[in-house]
């Protein structure tokens, strides 16, 4: 299953912020060691660690789309901003499983 960055902001009730095209992702990922070719790449802010700062190691592997609370400069893949990226990853996690007869 494919979700377009298009799909993704109206999922999560956000405005496109870039001519993204045909951009898709096939997978989500939290950990920038785990990162698949396609996948929509989550910063999360934890206790030891802020996924924001992974996010060009993420996109070099293969990352095509961010989800992100802030802007992540010199990285250049659609992202979409969002309060609370823990809460938008649930919200589409629900929207994907709607998605199939799973």
């Known amino acids: 299953m494919q979700i377009s960055y298009h799909e993704l902001c109206t999922v ?6 870039c001519d993204a095209g045909d951009t898709s992702v096939t997978c989500a990922c939290y950990d920038s060691r785990m990162v698949q070719e396609g996948a929509l790449f989550v910063c999360i802010r934890g206790e030891n660690a ?10 070099a592997k293969g990352a095509r ?7 992540v400069a010199g990285v250049d893949v659609p992202k979409c901003l969002v309060k609370n990226s823990v809460q938008a ?4 996690a ?3 499983r709607s ?4």
Not at 12 to 17: A, S
Not at 89 to 92: C, D, H
């Open 12 to 17: 999560l009730e956000i405005p496109c912020t």
């Open 50 to 59: 802020d996924g924001h700062a992974y996010a060009a190691e993420a996109v």
């Open 65 to 71: 789309i961010l989800l992100c609370e802030q802007d």
């Open 89 to 92: 990853l649930g919200k589409l």
């Open 94 to 96: 629900a929207y994907w």
């Open 99 to 102: 998605k199939t007869r799973a």
